[in-house]
């Protein structure tokens, strides 16, 4: 993976904005799938600066030592490590050096025969970065090495054992978070306990410059009523969309400003504020801080991730 776009991902020019890196491999549409080491990828694989993807990313960090930034949340490299990079968060990674294991991307359609595994990965995502003890890490390794070598070789069939090995991979890594629960996922829904729409829901509000939608607009995408959605949301994840859809905009504002030299007035613009006086107090209301003072705060812990 290289700046250059020879490698599997390629860099959108953010002018002002968070780059946007975009999977890019032989066939995207065949075969939506990339994995290797740090180093095969490429220098991107350790980027360290911020950005977001339009895709997964899985890394099991296997040595090195630094920090690995996950929408402003420094996470040290002490290995082993699974980490889980979803579309929309922004990481890069801090003072990384001598960092060795693998490095697995994919698009969502690549989990279309298990599509459980998406609402999976969006609570690994929220956890970022998981430490397994030895015998797990081996595991999930041998699995990654696995697929490297199915990739490597592509016999017939590769593309289904891909599947398989990745969907084992994710399994395995939601049984080590927790994320799983007692039981096996139920046959209506995804195995975090919400259903189907709900998790649409969640990963629609996630997605960037979502913050002028209404409730309406989503329950009309999804093919609900707005009465419904707003029920099925308050009962299995205990918060009202209206609270759910706020953190999402304190979080996007937050990864604007601490990311980018966008000015306050274009951040209110792209999380949905038309006036950027309301913005303000809105942020301040949700986190204590103005813009600028988060802002000063997030620039400075970028250079010390300690603080």
Known sequence: MDAAGSGPARIRPGRGRLDLHDLEVPDVS???FAAGSFQSI?????????HRHTFYEVVLVTAGRGFHVVDL??????????????????HHWERAEGVEGSVLLFNEDFLRRHPDDAAVLQVLGALA????????????????????????????????ALRAYLHILIVRAARIAGALGPAAAPADGPATGVSGLVDRYLRLIAAPRQGSRTLTSYAREIGVSPGHLHELVREQTGLTPGRLTRGHRVLEAKRLLAGTDLTVRQVSEQTGFADPSYFCRFFRRETGLTPGEFRRRATGMHHDPMV
């Open 30 to 32: 065949v075969l939506p």
């Open 42 to 50: 490429g220098p991107l694989a350790l980027a360290d600066f911020p």
């Open 73 to 90: 949340h420094p996470w040290p490299i002490t290995p082993p490590h699974l980490g889980v990079i979803v579309p929309g968060q922004v």
């Open 129 to 160: 970065w998981l430490s397994p003890d030895p015998r797990q890490m081996a595991a999930l390794t041998a699995l990654a090495a696995e697929m490297q070598r199915e990739l490597r070789e592509a016999e017939p069939g590769h593309e289904s």
